[in-house]
């Protein structure tokens, strides 16, 4: 069974103010709507790796938090630098907002983002349906083709599919509709027609 967020921070070294202090943020930004439950572990790894650069996070000053960003800025790559300044920018901003003093956002927001992330996509950049139907006919199971498929055509991120379950999945004469943010209060609804008939053909063979 996949550990929650308590016990992941339980595991770590992490004094009790500082997981009180997680979890505090990551509570108030899944009651917004934020973040769903697949991405509250993600930050709370990103936490920690940011908790053993800067010490207490109760002691937390604007010197700590732009050191840890030079050295992950170093460390990490372009991708996951960029995903921990934005995570960093955002915890700052609520934490200055409950009355926390010594952080200066605005000086946290001026730190770069990585270069090499500052790319622009062209037109030819993107998949194409030609491109998925190669990927389609390449797949070894049917479920892999369904999966391809729907995150093509919902356009929904990863854990967002991984987060969906046959009952929000509702098949009708046009396609299958998809309903996505049950927990966030954001529920959104997206046909998919080509995912269809893959979709339905892998529920019935993980019902036999």
Sequence with gaps: ??????????????????????????????????INAATEKSMA?????????TGPLDELTTDRLLEALYQFRKELSPTSFDRMRAIVITFVKWYVKKGKKGISLEEIKETKRSKENKTT?????????????????????????????????????????????????????????VTTGR?????RRILCVKAEPWLKTHREISKS
Excluded at 17 to 23: A, G, N, S, V
Excluded at 45 to 53: G, H, I, N, V
Aim: charged content about 30%; glycine content about 4%; hydrophobic content about 35%.
């Design 1 to 34: 069974m996949a550990k929650t967020v308590e016990q992941y921070l339980e595991d770590r070294e992490l004094s009790p103010p500082d997981k009180k202090i997680i979890l505090e943020y990551l509570r108030s930004r899944l009651r917004t709507g934020d």
């Design 45 to 53: 790894t990103y936490f920690c790796m940011l908790q053993r650069k």
């Design 121 to 177: 996509l062209k037109p030819n950049d993107m998949l194409k349906w030609g491109d998925i139907n190669k990927m389609v006919e390449s797949a070894n199971s049917i479920r892999d083709k369904a999966l391809i498929l729907l995150l093509f055509e919902s356009a929904l991120r990863p854990s967002e599919v991984c987060n969906l379950t046959w009952r929000d999945l509702h098949f009708t004469n046009d396609g299958v509709v």
């Design 183 to 187: 927990k966030t209060g954001r529920e």
